[in-house]
């Protein structure tokens, strides 16, 4: 949406069933609905909504999405609270911008209930297996997702691809310590094709590419 600006991703079972991941910001909705009717598909066909985190710009259009389609949302249990809420996570406040961040009272969006609290290690019936990796820090249940059979990752946002492969701002996210951590887990995993939600997807040696990055970032500090 808007140039890989923000991106959601449908995946399209054998039986047509489509299970969308993450659902952009409040106004987003239509433009998904435009989307999925360019593969073929119409609301009906969603079955399931993923959601890697809920910051605004993922789960702002999950509600309407949710009653426009009567798919079931997932997320993390770390984040599925906040969902319920509809209040993002504060940010880091060691650093005085995520103190700022914190004061502006941002981060809200129309509450989405969670009918299935994901964690680390489950595998989603999705195209024959979407493995669920918990990757915290730009959110406490910010979650990637692999795509096994395709060798397919989607990194969310524990992982930008914006003028090149970096973390995220330090500021949306609220353990910053910890999004540096984890960002080493796409070093140890075996894709072919890195996929972001902020930015283009990577489809040439999309591993080496992401490793290269990841070879330069300190785990902690």
């Given at each position: 949406m808007g140039r890989s600006a923000i991106n959601s991703f449908a995946f399209v079972d054998d039986d047509?069933?489509?299970?969308?991941?993450?659902?952009?910001?409040?106004?987003?909705?239509?433009r998904i609905v435009a989307g999925l009717a360019a593969i073929g598909k119409q609301p009906a066909d969603v079955t399931r909504i993923v959601l890697t985190h809920v910051h605004p710009d993922h789960v702002g259009g999950?509600?309407?999405?949710?009653?426009?389609?009567?798919?079931?949302?997932?997320?993390?249990?770390?984040?599925a609270g906040y969902a319920e809420k509809g209040r993002a996570p504060e940010s880091d406040s060691r650093p005085l911008a995520g103190r700022l961040m914190n004061r502006l009272a941002g981060g809200r969006f129309e509450p989405v209930p969670v009918g299935q609290r994901l964690a680390d290690g489950d595998v989603l019936e999705v195209g024959g297996g979407l493995r669920v990796l918990h990757t915290p820090g730009h959110s406490p249940g910010h979650v990637?997702?692999?795509?096994?059979?395709?060798?397919?990752?989607?990194?969310?946002?524990?992982?930008?691809?914006?003028?090149?492969?970096?973390?995220?701002?330090?500021?949306?996210?609220?353990?910053?310590?910890m999004t540096r951590q984890?960002?080493?887990?796409?070093?140890?995993?075996?894709?072919?094709?890195?996929?972001?939600?902020?930015?283009?997807?990577?489809?040439?040696?999309?591993?080496?590419?992401?490793?290269g990055f990841l070879r330069k970032l300190p785990r902690t500090g």
């Open positions: 047509g069933s489509v299970t969308l991941v993450d659902c952009g910001i409040g106004k987003a909705p239509p999950a509600a309407s999405l949710a009653g426009l389609t009567g798919a079931p949302v997932a997320a993390h249990a770390d984040d990637s997702l692999l795509h096994e059979p395709t060798k397919l990752l989607i990194t969310g946002d524990a992982l930008f691809n914006v003028l090149g492969v970096r973390l995220p701002p330090k500021l949306l996210c609220s353990d910053i310590r984890t960002a080493h887990v796409f070093g140890e995993l075996d894709y072919d094709i890195a996929a972001f939600t902020h930015g283009p997807e990577i489809r040439d040696r999309a591993r080496e590419k992401v490793r």
